[in-house]
């Protein structure tokens, strides 16, 4: 007989298939992302019960098929529903972003306990404490480094030159994957403008630097800049749009300068 895994995991995503059954996605704690068919789980409530709902902790018993990528997902039982997150649209905005980058920049079956780890630990942390830019921005720049993909910010990724001049224009390159000087972003496609301010708080908060405020005030202007960056930055690597984004921005009041 074939092994039954048991894992907690996080709902990433769900959708119909067929008249009764559900194809769905979880990261789980021990096996990376899990794809399988929930059999019967648009009729039959009970082996479901609210369990694969979006940003939903379960726990996870599931079986592999031979020759079939859908594993067969036994039993979902719910830990943790997170229903202050479908109390408002801002939270449920921030969350579904959350899931979607995190779902985009792994791939099925490949093992990794620290993303796991942050996507659980941040949906905890936007119920409990809310939106915020700080927020927002930190988990992409954490999730970048634990999935390899972490930005040079310190200094121009191709020359090298450390900029300590006020005024200094730099240019974040989606290609090299870090900020460019004036002088060799000049030739390099897809880039985008980045301000010394802009570099300057990515770079703390890429540090974790404590000294920060939970709240950013920073200018319009900054924000959109640092928002740009990170956001191009994850959609580059995820080699597709962002659905959930244009919902963020409808709803986030970190766009509006707010926080
Ligand atoms: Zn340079």
Same mark, same amino acid.
């Given at each position: 007989?074939?092994?039954?895994?048991?894992?907690?995991?996080?709902? !990433?995503?769900?959708?119909?298939?067929?008249?009764?059954?559900?194809?769905?996605?979880? !990261?789980?704690?021990?096996?990376?992302?899990? @794809?399988?068919?929930?059999?019967?789980?648009?009729?039959?409530?009970?082996?479901? =019960?609210?369990?694969? +709902?979006? &940003?939903?902790?379960?726990?996870?018993? &599931?079986?592999?098929?031979? $020759?079939?990528?859908?594993?067969?997902?036994?039993?979902?039982?719910?830990?943790?529903?997170?229903? $202050?997150?479908?109390?408002?649209?801002?939270?449920?905005?921030?969350?579904?972003?959350? =899931?979607?980058?995190?779902?985009?920049?792994?791939? +099925?079956?490949? +093992?990794? !306990?620290?993303?796991?780890?942050?996507?659980?630990?941040?949906?905890?942390?936007?119920?409990?404490?809310?939106?915020?830019?700080?927020?927002?921005?930190? &988990?992409?720049?954490?999730?970048?480094? !634990?999935?390899?993909?972490?930005?040079?910010?310190?200094?121009?990724?191709?020359?090298?030159?450390?900029?300590?001049?006020?005024?200094?224009?730099?240019?974040?390159?989606?290609?090299?994957?870090?900020?460019?000087?004036?002088?060799?972003?000049?030739?390099?496609?897809?880039?985008?403008?980045?301000? @010394?301010?802009?570099?300057?708080?990515?770079?703390?908060?890429?540090?974790?630097?404590?000294?920060?405020?939970?709240?950013?005030?920073?200018?319009?202007? =900054?924000?959109?800049?640092?928002?740009? =960056?990170? $956001?191009?930055?994850?959609?580059?690597?995820?080699?597709?749009?962002?659905?959930?984004?244009?919902?963020?921005? $409808?709803?986030?009041?970190?766009?509006?300068?707010?926080?």
């Amino acid at each position: 007989m074939r092994p039954i895994y048991v894992t907690p995991a996080i709902v !990433l995503r769900t959708r119909p298939f067929g008249e009764s059954d559900k194809i769905v996605s979880f !990261l789980t704690e021990d096996f990376g992302k899990v @794809t399988g068919i929930a059999k019967g789980a648009m009729r039959s409530r009970k082996r479901f =019960v609210n369990s694969l +709902e979006s &940003f939903a902790l379960v726990n996870l018993r &599931f079986q592999d098929r031979p $020759q079939n990528d859908l594993a067969f997902i036994l039993t979902a039982e719910l830990l943790v529903g997170y229903r $202050q997150l479908s109390t408002s649209l801002e939270r449920m905005s921030h969350a579904a972003y959350l =899931v979607e980058i995190t779902d985009g920049l792994i791939s +099925e079956r490949e +093992e990794n !306990l620290a993303v796991y780890r942050h996507l659980r630990d941040s949906l905890r942390y936007l119920e409990e404490h809310g939106t915020s830019l700080r927020f927002l921005t930190s &988990f992409e720049l954490k999730l970048l480094r !634990l999935v390899g993909y972490q930005p040079v910010l310190d200094n121009c990724k191709r020359c090298r030159k450390d900029c300590n001049e006020v005024s200094c224009q730099w240019y974040f390159s989606l290609i090299d994957g870090g900020i460019l000087c004036d002088t060799c972003a000049g030739s390099r496609r897809e880039t985008l403008p980045l301000g @010394t301010r802009a570099v300057e708080v990515l770079t703390a908060l890429q540090a974790e630097a404590d000294a920060l405020p939970v709240s950013l005030s920073l200018p319009f202007s =900054v924000i959109k800049e640092m928002r740009a =960056v990170t $956001q191009r930055f994850v959609q580059f690597h995820m080699d597709r749009e962002i659905k959930s984004a244009a919902f963020l921005h $409808q709803f986030s009041s970190a766009y509006s300068g707010a926080n």
